[in-house]
Each structure stands twice: as structure tokens, then as C-alpha cells.
């Protein structure tokens, strides 16, 4: 029952992150990072490159999500550490990686 429930949670979760990810690949205008902000075009110097940065950062963080998911099936416990340390971790590397990002195609 626990491993049905950890793939309940788990992979809407891994879905999310990775559509994310596609979305910001392919968005035609400049992807933001965080909730209610925004980035104009003018701000980026090549809007493509910037948004396949920032498409290939949120897949990566799904891996974690998808990792996860699948550990889940063989045990909870261990998938649960994954999903807390990767996840929680991630959140620093997220904002010091999209740094980079901006930076790099900032005008």
C-alpha cells in the first residue's frame, strides 16, 4: 500500500518538474524563475539559448523526482531520503544555477 501511495505523490511531482522543463525549452518569450517575476526580452541577449539553459536545469531537477519515484518501488524509505536530501538540496543549486544563467544571458 505505502509503495502504491509513493508513486501517487511522487509522480505527479515528476511530471510537473519535467513538463516545466519542456515548457521553458520551448517558450518563445524569456522564461522567469521565480513566481511572479519576470524576465523581458530585452533583458537576454540570445532568448532561445537563455530558455534551453533553463529547460535543461528544471530536467535535471526532475531527475531527482524520478529517481525517487522509481526507488519507491523498491523501498520507501530509502526513496523518501532521496526525494528529502535531493530536493532540499536542490532548492540552493536551483537558484545558484539559474545566477548563472541570467548572467551568462543577461544584456
Known amino acids: 500500500m ?7 505523490v511522487t509522480l505527479p511531482c515528476s511530471v510537473s518538474f ?3 522543463g519542456i515548457y521553458a525549452w520551448t517558450r518563445k518569450k524569456p522564461m522567469w524563475f521565480w513566481s511572479g517575476s519576470t524576465v ?3 533583458e537576454i541577449t540570445d532568448v532561445p539559448a ?3 539553459a533553463n529547460g535543461r536545469m528544471w530536467l535535471a531537477y ?3 523526482f524520478w529517481l ?4 519507491g518501488i523498491f523501498n520507501v524509505s530509502v526513496a523518501g531520503i532521496v526525494l528529502a536530501v535531493g530536493c532540499l538540496g ?3 543549486v536551483l537558484v545558484f544555477v539559474y545566477g548563472k ?3 551568462k544571458y543577461r544584456r
Open 68 to 71: 525517487s519515484l522509481i526507488l
Open 101 to 103: 544563467i541570467y548572467n
Open 62 to 64: 526532475s531527475t531527482v
Open 50 to 52: 537563455y530558455n534551453r
Open 18 to 20: 519535467t513538463a516545466l
Open 40 to 42: 523581458r526580452e530585452y
Open 2 to 8: 505505502e509503495t502504491i501511495l509513493w508513486i501517487i
Open 90 to 92: 536542490g532548492i540552493p
